[in-house]
């Protein structure tokens, strides 16, 4: 059961960080060619996404910019690549369950 939550949560994770990034990306590409403004609006959003892990690790700000916000840039790169959140959220299921298997199933 805790894995199917936690697919649930990746799942709006994806949402969140589009939701994040699509604006930037819409207002970059007024200033900038269709790469450019991707590749800004991504960093924009992910290290916004990143910021909203302040209470999860208690506002230590080297992890929730670089692993948790800049972390997640292969899975925008693949929502950018294929034009669909899926592969995005089925690659990002799977890195964490790879991860985190361990301590569920070991209760580490």
Not at 52 to 69: C, E, K, S, T, V
Not at 81 to 87: M, N
Request: aromatic share 16%; net charge positive; charged share 10%.
């Amino acid at each position: 059961m805790r894995l199917f939550w936690i697919c649930i949560s990746l799942i709006g994770e994806e949402i969140i960080t589009a939701a994040l990034t699509l604006p930037f990306v819409s207002l970059l590409m007024k200033r900038a060619n269709k790469r450019q403004a991707w590749i800004y609006g991504a960093i924009i959003g992910s290290l916004l996404f990143g910021m909203l892990h302040f209470r999860a690790y208690d506002w230590n700000l080297y992890q929730m910019l670089i692993p948790i916000g800049l972390g997640r840039l292969p899975f925008t790169w693949l929502w950018v690549k294929s034009d669909s959140l899926w592969p995005a959220v089925i690659t990002h299921i799977l890195y964490d369950v790879l991860i985190f298997l361990p301590a569920i199933l070991f209760g580490i």
